[in-house]
C-alpha cells in the first residue's frame, strides 16, 4: 500500500460525458501528480500541483482540468469524453517538489464506449 | 523539453541469466533517474533510483548505471527470477522540473 487512494478505481461512461477522478496524497505529501496510461503505452504526465498551485503541466488537453485542494486532495476533470481518452490515470505524490521517489496510486481506470 | 528513450521495449530471458535495459535522456539538466517496475494490473513502484552525482547504485540484484556525459542510465538485473517479470520503466528529471519524464517502458519476461 503506498498510501495514495485514488477513487474511483473503474469507471466506464459515454462519449460525450464528463467524469472526475479523485486522489488523496500520501499523509504529509504536498506535490500530487497525474499521469495518463493508454493500453500498453507508457506513462505520460499530465499535471503537477504543489500545496494547491499548478507547478508543471504536460500535454494535458483542454478538456481535461484539475486542481488541490486546501486539505491536499486533488481532482482530475475529463470532459466530452472520448474513446481515445480510455486509459488508466495514475495519481502520484512525493514528499518534495523538485526530484524524489513517486508513491503511486492503483489507479483509475477509465472505459468510454 | 525533457525527452526520455528506452531500450530495448520487449525483453525475454531465461531464469538466471542477467537482463539489462537502457535509457537516455536529452536534458543536461536531468540530476534524479528512478527505475519503476509495474506488474499486471498494478501500480509502478520504484526499484532502485540513482542521482548524478553517482555513477553506480547497486541493491541486492539489482544496480544502476549513469554516464552524464553520454546522457544514458541503464538497469542491470542479474540472476533473474520469474517474479521479475513485469514492466519496468526509467524515468528523469531536473531539480525544479516538477515532474518526471518516463520512458515507454520495458516488457521484461523470465522463463522458467
Known amino acids: 500500500d503506498s498510501g495514495v487512494t485514488q477513487t474511483p478505481k473503474h469507471l466506464i461512461t459515454a462519449t460525450g460525458q464528463r467524469v472526475t477522478l479523485r486522489c488523496s496524497p500520501r499523509s504529509g505529501d504536498l506535490s500530487v501528480y497525474w499521469y495518463q496510461q493508454s493500453l500498453d503505452q507508457g506513462l505520460q504526465f499530465l499535471i503537477h500541483?504543489?500545496?494547491?498551485?499548478?507547478?508543471a503541466k504536460g500535454n494535458i488537453l483542454e478538456r481535461f482540468s484539475a486542481q488541490q485542494f486546501p486539505d491536499l486532495h486533488s481532482e482530475l476533470n475529463l470532459s466530452s469524453l472520448e474513446l481515445g481518452d480510455s486509459a488508466l490515470y495514475f495519481c502520484a505524490s512525493s514528499a518534495v517538489t523538485r526530484d524524489g521517489e513517486l508513491f503511486f496510486g492503483e489507479g483509475s481506470r477509465l472505459t468510454v464506449l | 523539453g525533457e525527452n526520455v528513450e528506452q531500450h530495448p521495449s520487449t525483453l525475454s530471458v531465461q531464469e538466471g541469466d542477467s537482463a539489462v535495459i537502457k535509457c537516455t535522456y536529452s536534458?543536461?539538466?536531468?540530476?534524479?533517474f528512478p527505475w519503476y517496475k509495474q506488474e499486471l494490473g498494478k501500480r509502478p513502484q520504484l526499484i532502485i533510483d540513482i542521482r548524478s552525482n553517482v555513477g553506480e547504485k547497486k541493491d541486492q540484484r539489482i544496480a544502476v548505471t549513469l554516464n552524464k556525459t553520454a546522457k544514458h542510465f541503464s538497469l542491470h538485473i542479474t540472476e533473474t527470477q520469474p517474479e521479475d517479470s513485469a514492466v519496468y520503466f526509467c524515468a528523469a528529471s531536473a531539480t525544479n522540473a516538477g515532474k518526471s519524464t518516463f520512458g515507454d517502458g520495458t516488457t521484461l519476461t523470465v522463463k522458467p
Open positions: 536534458d543536461s539538466a536531468s540530476n534524479y
Open positions: 500541483y504543489y500545496n494547491g498551485e499548478e507547478r
